[in-house]
Every structure is written in structure tokens, then in C-alpha cells.
T-cell receptor, first 112, second 110 residues
Framework: DTAVSQTPKYLVTQMGNDKSIKCEQN?????MYWYKQDSKKFLKIMFS???????INETVPNRFSPKSPDKAHLNLHINSLELGDSAVYFC???????????FGQGTRLTVV | GEDVEQSLFLSVREGDSSVINCTYT??????LYWYKQEPGAGLQLLTY?????DMKQDQRLTVLLNKKDKHLSLRIADTQTGDSAIYFC??????????FGKGTRLSVIA
């Protein structure tokens, strides 16, 4: 069983479109995250949720809106996609913030 | 803010030991981690160390922590071609998400 799963794995879309990435974890963790990995492989935290509540929003544009329907899911919706949004987006979860995080396989988003 | 630094590239011969170094600035770091990322894959937790420890060994992996110098290293003994990947150092303390270094790309030459 996959611990943290994201869908889709690949996403190619045109500028201006709206798209969503889904994430689910079956580890019973309270905390979930979205990270962005750019073309140089640098990883940056975008959002952190604890028990469905937003804890951290690291100066991410308003076009990015995370949604957590329950503590096992954290989806990422992106409006009006731009070329600069092209990256790999990783979902992760942990038992609490400050402990090891388990990552999904990533979603490679390409905006053309 | 927190900062984690790593050298970007390391090349070793198969069978040699690899040492990947990391420095961090946050003196309140409680947990330090090493993650491995193979091409096209997600991040795999390799090992971690608590800040009150100096060393941790797990099979071919040895983690050394110098808390005074805020220096962390990962030693891979008998490096194999399957160890070729990007290795990320990460630090955190309670109630903060992981902060990652830029990753060290390890190339193993057969």
C-alpha cells in the first residue's frame, strides 16, 4: 500500500488553465504539506496543514489554493496557470510538524 | 530564517566511501534528516539524527553531527552505482516543516 499518493503523476496544460493535484495519505498523520521542487531540484515548502487547518503559507500566490476535506487528504488547486508554475509538486505528511515527513512520488506540472 | 547548505556535486568511484556534508544555521534544530531522491522519483527518508546525538550508524550509512559547528555529514561505505542520486539534508524543530538544503548530486563511477 502506498503511504502518500498523489495524482496525477504528470500534468501538461496551457497557460491560463485551472488544474488540481490530489494527495492522500494512509499513515494516520495529522500534518500534511505541499512542497515545490524547481528545475534546479531546490525544494521549498508551500503550505502546511494540521488536522485540516492551514498552519503555514509561505508567500505563495493566491492562485494556489490548498483544500483539506479531512486530515487524510490535501489537494492543491491552481488557477490561471503561468509558465513559472512548471515544477514538480510534492505532497508529504508527518505525525506532527518537526518529525520525519513521508513524501509522495511527485506531480510533474508542465505549463506550455 | 533557517538556512541549510550543501555542496552541489560529489563524484566517487564504486567501492569507495562517499561523504556528503551539510551545514545549518538554526541553533534550535532538533531533528536532522537525510533524504535520497533517485531520478524521476520522490524523496526517500534514509536516516535521521536527533540533536542530542553525535553519531548514528545504520548498515552502510553513518551520520555524524557536530552541534557546536552546526555541521552534519552522511558517510556511505562501499558506495555502489545504485547509490547515485541526489541527497538532501533537512532540518527542523518542533512545529516547523522541514527546511531542505539544495541537494548534493552523487555520481558513482564504475
Amino acid at each position: 500500500d502506498t503511504a502518500v499518493s498523489q495524482t496525477p503523476k504528470y500534468l501538461v496544460t496551457q497557460m491560463g488553465n485551472d488544474k488540481s493535484i490530489k494527495c492522500e495519505q494512509n499513515l494516520g498523520h495529522d500534518t500534511m504539506y505541499w512542497y515545490k521542487q524547481d528545475s534546479k531540484k531546490f525544494l521549498k515548502i508551500m503550505f502546511s496543514y494540521n488536522n485540516k487547518e492551514l498552519i503555514i503559507n509561505e508567500t505563495v500566490p493566491n492562485r494556489f489554493s490548498p483544500k483539506s476535506p479531512d486530515k487524510a487528504h490535501l489537494n492543491l488547486h491552481i488557477n490561471s496557470l503561468e509558465l513559472g508554475d512548471s515544477a514538480v509538486y510534492f505532497c508529504a505528511s508527518s505525525g506532527q510538524q518537526g518529525t520525519e515527513a513521508f513524501f509522495g512520488q511527485g506531480t510533474r506540472l508542465t505549463v506550455v | 530564517g533557517e538556512d541549510v547548505e550543501q555542496s552541489l556535486f560529489l563524484s566517487v568511484r564504486e567501492g569507495d566511501s562517499s561523504v556528503i556534508n551539510c551545514t545549518y544555521t538554526d541553533s534550535s534544530s532538533t531533528y536532522l534528516y537525510w533524504y535520497k531522491q533517485e531520478p524521476g522519483a520522490g524523496l526517500q527518508l534514509l536516516t535521521y539524527i536527533f540533536s542530542n546525538m553525535d553519531m548514528k550508524q545504520d548498515q552502510r550509512l553513518t551520520v555524524l553531527l557536530n552541534k557546536k559547528d552546526k555541521h552534519l555529514s552522511l558517510r556511505i561505505a562501499d558506495t555502489q552505482t545504485g547509490d547515485s542520486a541526489i541527497y538532501f539534508c533537512a532540518e527542523t524543530h518542533l512545529n516547523t516543516p522541514l527546511v531542505f538544503g539544495k541537494g548534493t548530486r552523487l555520481s558513482v563511477i564504475a
